[in-house]
């Protein structure tokens, strides 16, 4: 860029930090059934993104038709594939990155946690924090990821406000604000008080009917709620304001406080209020770091990461589609990007933006949007594509998997096929894949087991290689790590029949059992043994 006039380089950069700047990218965390598809569902209509509740299941409906693995998904009434829909609203762009529910996939899902900027807590008002919710926080905080809480179901009996506060409070470790103040419960629910902008927000058919008032002591107040629910309002909130910590921005941004949100995404209640706390709270794209420096949004150079690679829906077509999240600079068709792993050239032709109605090529992109590369399968998760600067992204994590299996093959013909065909599938993220170091057939590692229904089902299906899976003498595995080469190298000699090397070559120990695996732990103390590797 050296060659260009300041003043034009300038101009450039001021373009990019202003579209960086009106992005939202954010994902919902939420246990199944809380209410995950309703909220984006209604989410999507209110920024105009669809005309019809409803079309977000449909649309899947009618997509996972279209080939068996998918059936599997339709069969048990999950989501495997995440995608990613965008719109508009109040001249932001939001970027919503959907993730698969069943706890199964819960891999993709800790992938597309790399690639917001916010998350958006759905909780049952019956239930408050349940185990999945729990596991996907961690994740958030994993990585400092501010987090908006919306407590849900507020049209039916639940909890008291108070008491799912204190559990956030207390099971999350997290300082609470509320944002809102519930009025009436379960039938009774009338609506929200709004605390970080005075109003009621009264619940009426089909939405929320906005009052500003100039606070608790407004006097119109008196003549919107009966005497009674003032009564208990103006205590309830008063102490609530009294006794909650006010709104920290930094906090927030550090993920240490969460603002609370009520409504009932069923009832298209607390949606927009939401939204509006999403416009208002949550960051547009943050600097983020690479192994060589930090990279700035507004910068002029496009940067980005594949958080997540997707078969093409029509198995008829061998493409795979890579999802690149957008960290620096403008994206714009046509474009030949590096791929920092491999120094190759990948062109963009065709980027894919995902609206909730249908793929559209896009003509540009900017930070925190993420498009999709139809690509032959160069691009792999974790991949780091650039305009020609060596440098990664960190961050798209692989977790150790709960299970091994080995694949057993009927057919020794189709060996070499099932060999490319499970690299394929690995570097999709399907699954793990483990080469022991001592030659014998590949491992495979998945979190949960409906995972090797879908591996099994893909791999009849679109490679016509029909194989069951069989345990393996090992139960678990760990990535391993060492300052000390000498330590490293006697460990390898040692245990060689019980390492192998990963999908990118780094080395894991793999253990018969949990015992064992804590024996070898406290024998060689100078190995670090990590159930989270970053790709990169
Ligand atoms: P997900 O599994 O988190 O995606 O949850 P869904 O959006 O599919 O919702 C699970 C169930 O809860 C469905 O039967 C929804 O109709 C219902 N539901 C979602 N939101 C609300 C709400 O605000 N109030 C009530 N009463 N039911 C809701």
Redesign the pocket.
Known sequence: MDHLPTDAVQWDNHDVATEAARRRSFAII?H???????LTEKLLLKGGAIQLAGQVRAKGNRRRTRSDWMKIEQDRGISVATSVMTFERDGLVFNLLDTP?HEDFSEDTYRTLSAVDAAVMVLDAAKGIESQTRKLFEVCRLRDIPIITFI??M??DGREPLDLIDEIEKTLALDVTPAAWPIGEGRDFLGVYDLLDPALRMLVDGGDNHIRLSGLDDPALDGLLSPGGVATLREQAGLVEAGCPAFDSDQFLQGTMTPVFFG????DFGVGHLLDGLARLAPPPRPRPADTRMVVPGEANLTGFVFKVQANMDPNHRDRVAFLRICSGRLEKGMRLTQVRTGKHVPVNAPLFFFAKERQVAEEAWPGDVVGIANHGTLRIGDTLTEGEALNFRGVPSFAPEHLRRARLDDPMLAKKLKKALEQLADEGVVQLFKPLDGSAPVVGVFGLLQLDVLTSRLKVEYGIPLGFEVTQWDQLRWIASDDRDAMARFTRAHINDLAEDHDGEIVALFASNWRRQRMEEEWKAIRFHTVREQH
């Open positions: 939420a199944p059934d809380a209410g995950k598809t309703t529910g849900n179901k049209d039916r009932s995404a069923l009832r």
